[in-house]
């Protein structure tokens, strides 16, 4: 008996066979059944494929139609998607914004006066310090003079006072 | 091209001409696949969707058929990928013509005098019942190789497969369809 001819019915379609080919099949299969029912089922595969092929639909009448709305619908739907996409993307950028703004405002009305309470509180603590001295000199003056001497600039000597 | 770039910037009129040059070629294509008619308006339809959304990528560097032929086959692959495949036909499942247009084959009934319209459709869907129960690669290699003749290199352009790979799938599709089809012979009641 021939080498089994399965796997070279395997290899191509049935109808591509070679006249020589064909020949080494044939002459197999009349002497193996395995190999000629395979040889059946090949030839029949064959057939229904070249079937397969003939067989032909045609676009409807309305298929254009439905493809050309179906796009509209999609870009629609896509310009509503970009719209939330805008719109979340602004929202986005309004909360930085006025996040930035907080946070000047808080730098520019809450940081100085703090800075200012802490430079008259340095100088309640050391009033003797340089710069108290000069900032505050005419303070210090009036403090200098004992309460007699204000009294005496009030009115006038003790004398008077008493007078 | 002119026609690519008119529908690109958006020109309906021109992607509508495109639809109505090419549709015929996307439905023969699709109907290689699909045994519902239904299914075959939906690939179509799929097919040109995906087209208008990336007619961008095409460069016009190849035709624009070729490149449709490309998307039609990905879009026919995806959609077998997805459907629910048959475990197995068996001759149990066959339709009373299936089994008479099978017996016919067995009994050497296929000569011209014995075609006919209603047989060749009865053909064309056993053939499409067989071929859902194969791997949807399977179909595809078959469908093209076997069914619209087309070369090994044809389909590494239109899939991207290897060479090797096309090979290899078309020998072990070609082994499933024909075990499968075995199978519905031999419970043949008239087999030879």
């Not at chain 1, 805008?86 to 930085?96: I, Q, Y």
């Not at chain 1, 809450?110 to 005419?138: C, K």
Request: proline share 2%; glycine share 4%.
């Amino acid at each position: 008996m021939t080498k089994h001819i399965i796997e070279l019915l395997d290899e191509k379609p049935f109808d591509r066979f070679s006249e020589a080919e064909m020949v080494t099949i044939r002459q197999h299969i009349s002497n193996c059944a395995e190999c000629e029912k395979a040889f059946e089922a090949a030839r029949v595969s064959t057939v229904l494929l070249n079937e397969r092929k003939a067989s032909t639909h045609e676009p409807s009448a309305f298929f254009q139609t439905r493809v050309l709305a179906r796009l509209r619908e999609r870009e629609a739907s896509n310009e509503v998607w970009n719209f939330g996409r805008l719109w979340r993307a602004t929202s986005a950028l309004a909360s930085s914004m006025v996040a930035t703004v907080a946070a000047l405002a808080v730098l520019t009305l809450v940081l100085p006066a703090e800075t200012s309470v802490t430079s008259q509180e340095t100088v309640s603590v050391n009033r003797y310090s340089a710069e108290a001295v000069i900032l505050n000199q005419s303070q210090f003056g009036e403090e200098l003079q004992s309460d007699s001497q204000v009294l005496t600039t009030l009115y006038g000597s003790e004398e008077e006072v008493v007078r | 091209m002119d026609l690519a770039r008119l529908a690109r910037e958006g020109d309906e009129s021109a992607f509508a001409e495109i639809m109505r040059r090419y549709s015929p070629r996307v439905f023969n294509f699709a109907n290689r696949f699909f045994r519902e008619r239904s299914q075959v308006e939906d690939a179509a339809q799929e097919v040109f969707l995906k087209a208008f959304t990336e007619l961008r990528s095409f460069e016009g560097r190849g035709s624009l058929e070729g490149w449709l032929t490309r998307i039609t086959t990905n879009t026919c692959l995806n959609m077998l990928r997805s459907s629910k495949r048959r475990p197995e036909l068996k001759s149990s499942d066959l339709t009373e013509d299936e089994s008479g247009w099978l017996e016919g084959q067995m009994a050497g009934l296929a000569s011209e005098q014995h075609k006919s319209v209603e047989r060749s459709m009865v053909a064309a869907d056993l053939a499409g019942r067989v071929l859902a129960t194969l791997p949807p690669e399977d179909q595809l290699v078959l469908t093209m190789m076997d069914g619209e003749d087309a070369s090994v290199k044809e389909i590494v352009k239109l899939t991207g497969w290897s060479e090797s790979k096309v090979k290899v799938k078309a020998f072990r599709a070609r082994r499933r369809m024909r075990e499968a089809v075995e199978q519905l012979l031999a419970r043949q009641p008239n087999k030879r």
